[in-house]
């Protein structure tokens, strides 16, 4: 029995935080997962920039709104969930997703959530399991399921280590030459490819 672990961004959406920072004209915002391995380091600078400029969670919102999936990435989501099982293992968090996630078919969703206050300022974050991608593709394995991942990003290692076969999805330079040995696809034409092949 196979079960497909995806990232999200970067792989079936846009960044969002990128989104944001081009309609915002804040470019700090542009830092992501593929710029700076350290999560909490990248969500604290994040925090600090949000609070400094006076952004709610309703403006980010209004952005995430009018995105949508990457080309490709909905009917590449309908046949993996029409050949096996679909989890999304996303360091986003569920205020930020849902709606891009109706726009995908609504596979399984395992992420964060947001700390918001009376103001409607993201005051804080709260992780769901702390290296949780890594240990969603354990607890399957010991399920005995046959694990593949694919991600984007620095964040995203150590789930593709841990499953039983992994590719980085468009990942950047940097990345690819840090880590020459991973499978890699351009497109979801190639994921579609590889996928198929471990089934």
Known sequence: MNIVCLDLEGVLIP?????????????????TTRDEPCYDTLMRYRLDILNQQGCTLADIQAVIDHLDPLP???????????????????????QFAMPLMAKLGNPTLFCHDLVIDSSGCIADYTLRLTDHKRKAIEAF????????????????????DAADEGLLF???????????????????AELQAFIAAKL
């Open 170 to 188: 468009c990942p950047p330079d940097r990345l690819s030459k840090e880590r020459p040995e991973l499978a890699v696809a351009q497109d979801h």
């Open 72 to 94: 490709g990435a909905k009917e590449f989501v309908h046949w993996v969930t029409a050949h096996t099982r679909l989890v999304i293992l996303s360091d986003t968090f569920s």
């Open 15 to 31: 960044e969002m935080w990128i989104a944001f920072a081009e309609k915002t004209g804040i470019d700090a915002l542009k830092r």
């Open 141 to 160: 394995r010991m399920l005995n399921f046959d694990t593949i991942a694919a991600g984007d990003s620095y964040n995203d290692l150590s789930m593709i």
